[in-house]
C-alpha cells in the first residue's frame, strides 16, 4: 500500500493490517510528513504473541472474582 495519511490509516486499520501480514510495509504519515511505519513482526505467531503479552506483568490487570477474594483474605490474615 505504501504510504497513507493517518485518516486513511484510521478507517482502513483491518486492511492495513491484512497488508503487513501479508508481508506489506505501511507508512503513515501526517500533513504529508511520514510519521510512523507499520511493519510485520517476523519469526513470531500470534499464539506467541499473546504468550508473551499474558505472562508480561501489566498495570490494572483483571482479576477474577476468586482472585480478588483470596487476595483481600490474605491481606486480613496478614492483619492478625
Known amino acids: 500500500m505504501g504510504q497513507v495519511s493517518v485518516r486513511e ?3 482502513n486499520l483491518s486492511q492495513l493490517l491484512r497488508d503487513v501480514q501479508d508481508g506489506e510495509e505501511v507508512v503513515i504519515a ?3 510528513r511520514p510519521v510512523a511505519r507499520l511493519v510485520p513482526i517476523r519469526g ?3 499464539h506467541d504473541l499473546l504468550a508473551a503479552l499474558d505472562a508480561a506483568p501489566r498495570r490494572g ?3 477474577s472474582a ?3 477474594d483470596v ?4 491481606q486480613r ?3 492478625e
Not at 71 to 74: D, F, T
Open 61 to 63: 490487570r483483571r482479576r
Open 30 to 32: 501526517s500533513h504529508g
Open 9 to 11: 490509516a484510521r478507517n
Open 44 to 46: 513470531t505467531t500470534g
Open 77 to 79: 490474615d496478614s492483619w
Open 66 to 68: 476468586a482472585q480478588i
Open 71 to 74: 487476595a483481600i483474605q490474605e
